[in-house]
T-cell receptor, first 114, second 114 residues
Framework: GNSVTQMEGPVTLSEEAFLTINCTYTATGYPSLFWYVQYPGEGLQLLLKATKADDKGSNKGFEATYRKETTSFHLEKGSVQVSDSAVYFCALSGAGGGADGLTFGKGTHLIIQP | KAGVTQTPRYLIKTRGQQVTLSCSPISGHRSVSWYQQTPGQGLQFLFEYFSETQRNKGNFPGRFSGRQFSNSRSEMNVSTLELGDSALYLC?????????????FGPGTRLTVL
């Protein structure tokens, strides 16, 4: 079946540091890939997505590139802010419409210190 | 535009009881998906409804059920509650299938089973 693997953290960085959160996946066919963010006490928000190989999703300074050859979708940001502190989830939707919903990684807790 | 709303936000039940959770999607959204979030298992897909029909179902026992009404509002029911059902239950809505349409998540219902 489908699966997503990401570092769980917590990942602690200083403000303005470079961020990378690794995400690798296992899926048949050509899944769509997503990054969601969850702030304390809130539901998940879609951060960015990519629907085919070599696509780059970007939003709010975050970006991730769909790499089929390495089955990866790593999240990056050049300069993080305290307000980026949250839990980040990598997810995929199976090929062919995905009959089993979104498959999520365990989430990475990111802490940005001033 | 109002977001996805879930009621109640918090629930405390005892083992053996049943519970009903409610989700009101964003106006115009016809797809509603439900997820269970626990520290141990992370986010797991429960089921998806579209136009009052269950379209997809995750790997959960039959004690978990749901339905969708003609106005797209959805309810999920858990019967014969077990301690392990304690979790945050998230509802998400989208215009169409979650593979190709952004899912908007509600804040969740925190269920505690004693």
């Amino acid at each position: 079946g489908n699966s997503v693997t990401q570092m769980e953290g917590p990942v602690t960085l200083s403000e303005e540091a470079f961020l990378t959160i690794n995400c690798t996946y296992t899926a048949t066919g050509y899944p769509s890939l997503f990054w969601y963010v969850q702030y304390p006490g809130e539901g998940l928000q879609l951060l960015l997505k990519a629907t085919k190989a070599d696509d780059k999703g970007s939003n709010k300074g975050f970006e991730a590139t769909y790499r089929k050859e390495t089955t990866s979708f790593h999240l990056e940001k050049g300069s993080v802010q305290v307000s980026d502190s949250a839990v980040y989830f990598c997810a995929l939707s199976g090929a062919g419409g995905g009959a089993d919903g979104l498959t999520f990684g365990k989430g990475t807790h990111l802490i940005i210190q001033p | 535009k109002a977001g996805v709303t879930q009621t109640p936000r918090y629930l405390i039940k005892t083992r053996g009881q049943q519970v009903t959770l409610s989700c009101s999607p964003i106006s115009g959204h016809r797809s509603v998906s439900w997820y269970q979030q626990t520290p141990g298992q992370g986010l797991q897909f429960l089921f998806e409804y579209f136009s009052e029909t269950q379209r997809n179902k995750g790997n959960f026992p039959g004690r978990f059920s749901g339905r969708q009404f003609s106005n797209s509002r959805s309810e999920m029911n858990v019967s014969t509650l077990e301690l392990g059902d304690s979790a945050l239950y998230l509802c998400a809505s989208s215009v169409g299938h979650y593979s190709y349409n952004e899912q908007f998540f509600g804040p969740g219902t925190r269920l505690t089973v004693l």
